[in-house]
Every structure is written in C-alpha cells, then in structure tokens.
C-alpha cells in the first residue's frame, strides 16, 4: 500500500517515530513535513535521535497565524496528494498540520486513518480542541489510545472505523528508556535525582496572557529546589516580549528545548513535573512522577483518576500546595495500551486495503 504521513510538530515527530518503522516493513510511505515546527531543537533531533526518514517534501510552512498557517498547509498537501495518489493518509495528534492534511485528504477522498483520535478536552477554546473534532469527523480509520476516547466518540455519534490500539508515545517511550539512561544531561546540569521540579509551558492560554505568564514564573522562583526549566520558543517569544527575564528567580534553570532522550530521562528523575503538555502528563504517569498540570482541564483524565496528575490552572494558592503536598503513592495501571499500538495500526492499514481491493 501507499501511504502518506503528515507531521509538522514535535509531538507527531515523537508519535510517528514507530508507526513509521512498522509501516515501511511492507508498504511504501510518503512522509510529508508541513515545517509547523522548523527550529532544530523542536524539529531535526527527533528525526535524528529516533531513526525517523528523511521528509519526502518539506513544505516549509512556518510560523503564522492560524488561518494563513492551516490554509498554506492544505494548498501544499493537496498538490501533494494529487502527484503521489496515496491508499491511506495518516494524521497524528491535533496540530494545524493534522487539521490540514485531514481536509486535503477527505476533499480528495482518500481514506484517512487519524492517530490519537477521540480525545477531547471539552475546552473549545483551545485551538487543538477544534482540530482534534474535525480531524475526527472527516476520518475513516480512527486510532484511539484509551476507553475514554471510544465514549467520546460514540457520544458524537462515531462507531464506525474506531480501533481501541493503546498509545503510540508508550510505544517509543517504551523503546527509548534504556537509552535515555545514558544520558549525561543530569551530570551537565548539576541536578541529583530526585532533587530538582522539570517545567514546560507553551499553550497560548498560559504564554500569551501575561498576567497567567508571570504569575507562573514567580511561583516557580519561589520554588525550594531547583527548577529545570527547557523552554519553548512560543514561551520564549513572550518572556522576551514583556522582559519578565529579570524577574526569574536564580533557582530556575532556562534552556533551549531539550532532544527526546535527555527529556525522558529528566522526566524519570524529575521529584514532580509542572507542565500544561498533553505528552508530558501521559509520559509522568507511565514514569511514575507527579504531575502538577497547569491547565482547567485535561484530554488524559484517567492520569488525574488514578492519583498522579492534578489540575491546577493558574491558582497560585493550588500550585503552591501542590509543590509542597502533591505526593502520589498508587498503583499504575495500563492506561496507555502495552506499548504495541504502533503495530496494531499498521495490521489495521493494510487489513482495510486488502478489504478495498476486495470489493472492488
Ligand atoms: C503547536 C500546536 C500544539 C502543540 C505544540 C507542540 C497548533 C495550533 N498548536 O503549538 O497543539 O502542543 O505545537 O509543541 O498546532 N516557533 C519557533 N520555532 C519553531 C516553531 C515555532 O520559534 O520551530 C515559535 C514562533 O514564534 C511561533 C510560535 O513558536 O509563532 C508558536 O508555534 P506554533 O507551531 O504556531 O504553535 P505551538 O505553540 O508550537
Ligand atoms: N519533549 C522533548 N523535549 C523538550 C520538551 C518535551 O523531547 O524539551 C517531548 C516530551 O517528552 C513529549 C513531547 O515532547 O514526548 C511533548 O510535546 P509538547 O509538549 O511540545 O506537545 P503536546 O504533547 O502538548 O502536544
């Protein structure tokens, strides 16, 4: 079969790392860059780091606003489609890049099989949240990662082309602990195990309010230990903008964003994480880290169910007392499948094109 993949941002990088190495065993893949994310620390050391194939185009899509940044995307993946006529496309997550290429691919009517499927935050002011329900809405082949995702779904009226696989980012997680163990970056950083909070921050509702901004930069220079602090260039942009620099305590270690296996393994030696990550809650909770989530709400609620994720929003009260008390002891269940999602997809792909073959 002939598929093409479409990613554009760090996390699709991360999620199409094994469903791509499956893929390629006995089909032909098309890997298409929309260049959504471009810098190399959030781009090319993900393709590097885990083996992922050289882009077949790169269509250097850039920063934009949404409207400018999806429509350039759908112009240029449609050309795309109509040269190489693919069986399936693939879409991961809930980008710009997996609303665009959804909508090129379902007005050509090709199949597209959508990975990460059925979750929902139910906060439609969050940009993904209208990407993810669209996405969903225009796919045939619905990769879901948890029981959550298959009752929203159903709930929207989707049944049809649902396959409950497991999570593809505990697939790669699963494959890259070993490696990540020998990571120096604890030893580069001066940081003990156990010893030191790890932070990100980048959605808009945090980093684009500067009110929300600097109050988070304060609690965390008033942190007790040290705070790893890898920052994001959206998050970057506007730490700048506003100068708040200065304010930021000299517990807080800023850096670059970080390649995947140093991250992994600052995750996994992490005391507690602060972050408003979708990726991050799932990875601390198969890590067995707290996770302090600065958000309202969460597509990943069975992390906050089960004891280790806690929703704090901007609540300085919240996230004070959740620095200090949040110490989670349960068990961890299976949450995210058994880390075999990446070949269950790709069974799912070609048993559909043996079926159209079929029936045509
Ligand atoms: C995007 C996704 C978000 C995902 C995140 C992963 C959308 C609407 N948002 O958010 O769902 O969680 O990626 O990290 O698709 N920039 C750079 N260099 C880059 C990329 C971006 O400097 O390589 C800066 C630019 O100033 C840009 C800003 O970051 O305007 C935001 O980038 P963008 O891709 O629009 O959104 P993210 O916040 O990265
Ligand atoms: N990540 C990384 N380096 C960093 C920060 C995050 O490799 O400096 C990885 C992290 O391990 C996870 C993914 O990026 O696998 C999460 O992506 P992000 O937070 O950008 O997006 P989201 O999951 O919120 O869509």
Known sequence: MKIVSIVGARPQFIKCAPVS???????????????QHYDYELSKVFFDQLGIPTPDYNLEVGSASHGK????????????????KPDVVLVYGDTNSTLAGALASVKLHIPIGHVEAGLRSFDRNMPEEINRVLTD???????????TAVTNLKKEGISQGVFLVGDVMYDVLKQSTGIASKSQILEILGVQPKEYFLTTIHRPSNTDNIQNLSQILEILSSAAKKVIFPVHPRTMHFIKKHGLERSIGANVHMMKSVSYFDFL????NAEKILTDSGGIQ???YILKVPCITLRENTEWVETIADGW??????????IIDAIQHFNPTGEQRDLFGTGDASTKIVKIIEDYGSDSINHT
């Open 69 to 84: 940044q999806t429509g350039t995307m759908l112009v240029e993946i449609e050309k795309v489609l109509l040269d190489e």
């Open 137 to 147: 809405h225009a796919s045939d082949l619905l990769f879901v990662p948890t029981q």
């Open 265 to 268: 393994w600052l995750e996994q």
């Open 282 to 284: 799932k990875e601390s």
């Open 21 to 35: 190495k499956e893929l390629r065993k006995n089909n032909h893949e098309i890997l298409i860059h929309t260049g």
């Open 309 to 318: 994720n806690v929703l704090v929003g901007t609540n300085k009260e919240k």
